[in-house]
């Protein structure tokens, strides 16, 4: 068995970041900026009322209170989107709606839920005073031309793309995004709902890892339920390279008879074929073909998920050219003993994390089987128990949310 990490150093020196492309907007989120992203305009664009209400000069309102009412002459009304042509002058004000950019002349604006406009809509009473610059939004105070907006190597989010969008910048430069191939194998494994024969049971690993890579922001090929058959995995093989960027497979890495997946790699390409210090997933191969990684993942649901989350994910984080690549991990306390003997290896135990009076605390799932899925489905976090006997109750331990 090799650990962990030299199972991800050895991954990860193999695979590289995807060629830079051009990429609309729209549907650039998680992709990763090739270059800095530079304002070329002033935003806000022009000083502007924060609230409905009067653009006035503040002067005037100084002995404005709920007692003693100040009253103002109303000159004009200016909706968002209008250009006002008036200067306001002492004892004047102008109704002015959110957005609206503000007169010359005005140098505040008292919100409306302060005022009370006079029947003949030409005076407006104030029963609050104002200081300078209250409620306006001046021009540049977001951005100003020259201000670096997006930094390169920065994974885009929604607020980044609303940023651009809010500049005119509907094109951005960023590293390609994976696009992941991904195959069963398995000569027990069915699709359908059929009733299963004897031995028969239904391919689960392609829908949780498709789900798994499209949350994490890659493309996905679904290249189906492949027999355990050299040559069938090996014409899949070849599809695959063909048209993606990566390929995931499961199943076919052990020790069994019919785990073809490690020696069709081995013969098509450069493959390691690995037994990691860790529970689940143990086995893992990884391999290069015709410069596109393959990753062999074990073939139980929970290993296939957890080899996906610890091995596969980092690597095609690393082709997108993400920074961080490695689950964050992060400390709470145990809320129950999480026993284990030890066997040489990093358990990653399904739990639940659950927050009480301010403390993160972790249980282990009942069902910590690598065929249960079921115990997959009801964790929110694999906590992370190192060799040795386990952790117990009230103690720090490590998790990463998944
Ligand atoms: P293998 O890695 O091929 O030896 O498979 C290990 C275990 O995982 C066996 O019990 C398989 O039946 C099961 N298994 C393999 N692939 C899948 C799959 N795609 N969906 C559900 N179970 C699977
Ligand atoms: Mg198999």
Redesign the pocket.
């Known amino acids: 068995m090799i650990p962990l990490d030299e199972a991800q150093g050895y991954v990860l020196e193999r695979v590289s970041q995807l060629p830079e492309e051009s990429f609309g907007i729209t549907s650039a989120r998680e992709r990763v900026t090739a270059e800095a992203v530079t304002s070329a305009e002033l935003v806000p664009p022009f000083d502007n009322t924060a609230v409905d209400g009067y653009a006035l000069k503040a002067a005037d309102t100084d002995e404005a209170s709920e007692s003693n009412e100040v009253t103002l002459e109303v000159i004009g009304t200016i909706p968002a989107g209008t250009q006002p042509d008036f200067e306001i002058q002492n004892g004047q004000s102008v109704k002015i709606m959110t957005g609206a950019p503000l007169p010359e002349g005005a140098d505040a604006v008292v919100m409306v839920e302060w005022t009370r406009q006079d029947e003949s809509k030409d005076l407006v009473h104030l029963s609050r005073s104002a200081k300078k610059g209250d409620h306006i939004r001046r021009s540049g105070e977001d951005l100003c031309p020259g201000d670096q907006v997006i930094d390169k190597g920065t994974a885009l989010t929604p607020a980044h793309i609303g940023l651009l969008a809010g500049l005119g910048i509907y094109q951005v430069n960023t590293i390609g995004r994976p696009t992941v191939g991904v195959f ?3 000569d ?2 069915v699709e359908g709902n059929e009733p299963l024969l004897p031995g028969q ?6 829908f949780s890892l498709v789900a798994l890579l499209e949350s994490d922001g890659f493309e996905t090929v679904d290249l189906g ?1 492949i027999p ?1 058959n050299e040559e069938a995995i090996e014409t899949t093989v070849r599809e695959g390279v063909a048209k993606c960027d990566a390929l995931v497979t ?7 008879d ?2 073809y ?1 490690k020696v069709v790699l081995n013969n098509m390409g450069d493959m390691r074929w690995m037994q990691i210090a860790i529970k689940p997933a143990k ?1 893992f191969a990884f391999g290069v073909v015709q410069g596109v990684p393959v990753f062999g993942l ?4 929970v ?2 998920m957890v080899s996906y989350l610890l091995l596969a994910k980092p690597a095609l984080y690393k082709m997108m050219g993400r920074k961080t690549v490695f689950p964050k991990v992060f400390h709470g306390i145990a809320a129950d003993d999480f026993h284990r003997r030890a066997d040489g290896k990093t358990h990653f135990v399904r739990s639940f994390l659950h927050e009480e009076k301010g403390a993160t605390l972790l249980s282990p799932i009942g069902k910590q089987g ?2 249960q ?1 079921s115990g997959m489905a009801e964790a929110n976090t694999l906590s992370i128990i190192p060799d040795g006997d386990g952790v117990t109750k009230g103690n720090p331990i490590e998790y990463f949310r998944f």
Do not use: F, Q
């Open positions: 069963s194998t398995g027990e494994l049971i239904r391919d689960s690993n392609r339920l355990d499961t199943g076919g890495v052990s020790m069994g019919y785990d997946v086995p074990p073939g139980n649901p290993s296939s690598s065929h899925l």
